[in-house]
Every structure is written in structure tokens, then in C-alpha cells.
């Protein structure tokens, strides 16, 4: 039986049960006889960048996150805009792999689930296409009003964002088969 690609979603809110957390464990759900998640949620421990800890023996939780993402098929992010940016800490992440060649050709789904998100969600394919991820237009997806996808449940009930990360999924399947 052929092992199911691993994914590593990367959340990109330090929110405590976010949409963007949400959004990819109905991701996860969906796309269970693919894909095999693995999440992380970590990224407000992360260190501040610093060019000058980046040498031979960086900090054990950039160390951790490097590998996280080097064992992974493919990544996804997801993250929300804050003052139509991206969130500090989700860059603050990202910086941390400018040294390194560890996205380089590595496939990546690019997810911005926020109010608008249309400025964030140009800043990311920006960043990940500068260190090289590999992505396509039909494996980024921008995803406006997200709070108002769900229920009080946090159950996603937007038939049109379900339909989405289904053509999101299939999309990310063709690009690990390329």
C-alpha cells in the first residue's frame, strides 16, 4: 500500500483556535485519503530572527522547525492578514529559512483566510517564491470573511469555501505528482 504524502500546515495566527486552524483541520478532513497532517502551532515560541544565531548551531526550536519541513512532502500555510500584511510572527518564521535551501523546489499551498487578505496574501507568494517554494496559482487561495464561514460550532458552513478546498487539495496532489 503506497504511504499517504505527508503535509506540515504551518498556522500563521497565534490565536488559540483560530479560523486558519480551523480551516486546515477541515482541510485535514477532507483530504484524509490523500494526505497525512501533521500541524504546527507553535510559531509564537519561535525566536526573533537574528541573522547572527543563524550560523552552525541555530536555536533548538528553528532547528525543530527546519526539520519539520524538511521531512514534509509539502507544506501548507495559512494564515490570516494583520494590517494588511502578514503577521509578524508568520515572517518572523519564514526569515528563519532564507539561509537555508530547505523550500527550494519544495511544494507549498499558500492559504490567507482573513477579513479581506488580499495584501497578506500577495506578501506570502512573494516571500515563499524568494526562497524558492514551488507553488501555482491554483495551490494559493485566498479565502475573504472567513469568520463568518463558520458556525458557533466551528464547524465550516460555506458550501463555495468546501468546494474551494477541494480544487485547493486536488491541485496540491497534481503538484506533488509533477
Given amino acids: 500500500m503506497k504511504q499517504k504524502p505527508h503535509i506540515l500546515a504551518i498556522i500563521g495566527s497565534t490565536r ?14 477532507l483530504s484524509a485519503g490523500i494526505f497525512e497532517f501533521t ?14 544565531l543563524d ?4 536555536p533548538a526550536a528553528i532547528t525543530a522547525l527546519r526539520q519539520l519541513v524538511a521531512d514534509a512532502d509539502a507544506v501548507i500555510i495559512c494564515t490570516p492578514e494583520y494590517v494588511f500584511s502578514l503577521p509578524g510572527s508568520l515572517k518572523n518564521a519564514i526569515e528563519w529559512f532564507v539561509s537555508t535551501t530547505i523550500f ?6 499558500l492559504i490567507t483566510a ?28 485566498l479565502i475573504k470573511g472567513i469568520k463568518g464561514k463558520f458556525d458557533t460550532d466551528g464547524n465550516l458552513i460555506d458550501q463555495v469555501t468546501i468546494d474551494q478546498l477541494q480544487k485547493f487539495i486536488k491541485a496540491l496532489e497534481e503538484l506533488l505528482n509533477k
Fill in 104 to 109: 527550494s523546489g519544495k511544494p507549498v499551498g
Fill in 16 to 29: 488559540a483556535n483560530s479560523s486558519n486552524l480551523k480551516l486546515v483541520r477541515k482541510l485535514a478532513e
Fill in 55 to 58: 550560523k552552525e548551531d541555530p
Fill in 39 to 52: 500541524y504546527f502551532e507553535k510559531i509564537a515560541e519561535l525566536p526573533h530572527f537574528n541573522p547572527d
Fill in 114 to 141: 482573513a477579513a479581506s487578505g488580499e495584501k497578506a496574501h500577495e506578501e506570502l507568494q512573494l516571500v515563499m517564491g524568494t526562497i524558492e517554494a514551488k507553488f501555482s496559482a491554483v495551490t494559493t487561495l
